[in-house]
């Protein structure tokens, strides 16, 4: 497990991108995208996990990344698909989005099993993994569920991703964190990301 600082995080090839969330139409968004374009290693496609908000809302974002340049790709309905060809769309892929949305419980049920094992194979074998907003707050140890904690998949040790941070939400992570003492919190702001790698 890599580490710098307190930040530990999965081994594998690949980056992990964690991005506080906000319109991906946004000046900053645009940028954070392109840079997480051009820094990926892999050539296979885009995959858009979109179970977090809904297809029309993956489509448009799809068509935004091709208009500065993105490869080509597609969505992936993790809700429908099945296994096979789950790991077919997801392993072959070079960079995984997983969409922003209101929908954190659902996105992360249908994630455990065989979506996340074919996330991690193609971040081993250097695949950008590209997590926006609530979808971002999954690769923590836990992430913030109104008042409540879910664990998560542990992929950044310890942490409690809380995105679309303001200072007004300091006191909500402080409260969270003094809950789980082992833990940290992350807060990080619209428009702002943390790519590890």
Same mark, same amino acid.
């Given at each position: 497990?890599?580490?710098?600082?307190?930040?530990?995080?999965?081994?594998?090839?690949?980056?992990?991108?964690?991005?506080?969330?906000?319109?991906?139409?946004?000046?900053?968004?645009?940028?954070?995208?392109?840079?997480?374009?051009?820094?990926?290693?892999?050539?296979?496609?885009?995959?858009?996990?979109? +179970? @977090?908000?809904?297809?029309?809302? %993956?489509? *448009?974002?799809? =068509?935004? &990344?091709?208009?500065? #340049?993105?490869?080509?790709?597609?969505?992936?309905?993790?809700?429908?698909?099945?296994?096979?060809?789950?790991?077919?769309?997801?392993?072959?892929?070079?960079?995984?989005?997983?969409?922003?949305?209101?929908?954190?419980?659902?996105?992360?049920?249908?994630?455990?099993?065989?979506?996340?094992?074919?996330?991690?194979?193609?971040?081993?074998?250097?695949?950008?993994?590209?997590?926006?907003?609530?979808? +971002? @707050?999954?690769?923590?140890?836990? %992430?913030? *569920?109104?008042? =409540?904690? &879910?664990?998560?998949? #542990?992929?950044?040790?310890?942490?409690?991703?809380?995105?679309?941070?303001?200072?007004?939400?300091?006191?909500?992570?402080?409260?969270?964190?003094?809950?789980?003492?082992?833990?940290?919190?992350?807060?990080?702001?619209?428009?702002?990301?943390?790519?590890?790698?």
């Amino acid at each position: 497990m890599p580490n710098l600082n307190i930040f530990k995080w999965l081994s594998g090839k690949g980056w992990l991108v964690l991005a506080g969330g906000g319109s991906w139409e946004s000046e900053d968004a645009s940028s954070i995208q392109a840079k997480v374009l051009s820094h990926t290693h892999s050539q296979g496609p885009i995959a858009y996990i979109w +179970a @977090a908000n809904d297809i029309d809302t %993956a489509d *448009r974002h799809m =068509d935004a &990344l091709r208009e500065i #340049g993105a490869r080509t790709g597609y969505p992936v309905d993790i809700l429908t698909e099945t296994d096979d060809t789950l790991f077919r769309e997801l392993g072959e892929a070079g960079v995984i989005i997983l969409g922003d949305g209101p929908h954190l419980e659902p996105l992360h049920d249908a994630l455990i099993g065989v979506a996340l094992r074919s996330i991690q194979e193609a971040f081993n074998r250097g695949a950008t993994v590209y997590a926006v907003g609530q979808s +971002a @707050a999954l690769f923590g140890a836990y %992430a913030l *569920r109104g008042g =409540d904690m &879910l664990p998560a998949f #542990g992929w950044v040790s310890k942490a409690m991703i809380l995105p679309g941070y303001t200072p007004e939400r300091a006191g909500e992570l402080r409260a969270a964190v003094a809950l789980r003492p082992d833990s940290f919190g992350l807060g990080v702001g619209e428009g702002a990301a943390l790519a590890l790698g």
